[in-house]
């Protein structure tokens, strides 16, 4: 091992190198310019990939192209202007008793929906996985 001892630059030499060096205005420049470049970059992968599979989770998209999930979801939120959506259709096969059962519960519903329309909407919830915050403001 090899020692310096009095033959070595200060600690404010090599400080004030470092600066010049590596946070100067044209290297910073030089950083984001490329930075930019390079989300734009992901960004046309990810808006392609979205325009010709527009089912396509965050996971699948970062599968595809290698890019971290966080980076995806980030461009896919901010850049593109996405928002997240957890739909998908199930169909279901009803009985005639379930659909019978069904309006029912939906006439009970809409009495409820408009009793709470006199009271402005204030706390009116509903049941199955569903619920709502109704306040209109005068």
């Not at 600066?19 to 390079?38: A, G, T």
């Not at 279901?92 to 709470?116: G, P, Y």
């Not at 329309?117 to 306040?135: H, M, Q, V």
């Amino acid at each position: 091992m090899e020692t310096f001892l009095d033959d070595h630059p200060s600690y404010s030499t090599i400080t004030r190198i470092l600066r010049l060096q590596k946070f100067s205005k044209e290297s910073n420049q030089k950083i984001f310019s490329e930075k930019s470049h390079e989300k734009e970059l992901k960004s046309t992968i990810i808006s392609k990939i979205l325009k010709d599979y527009p089912h396509s989770s965050i996971r699948q998209i970062a599968m595809l192209t290698g890019i971290p999930r966080s980076t995806v979801y980030d461009i896919v939120t901010q850049s593109l202007g996405y928002e997240v959506h957890h739909l998908r259709w199930i169909s279901h096969s009803f009985n005639c008793q379930q659909k019978n059962n069904r309006v029912e519960l939906s006439k009970r519903l809409l009495k409820t929906v408009q009793k709470a329309r006199s009271n402005s909407y204030i706390c009116f919830l509903t049941g199955d996985e569903s619920w709502f915050f109704f306040a209109i403001r005068s």
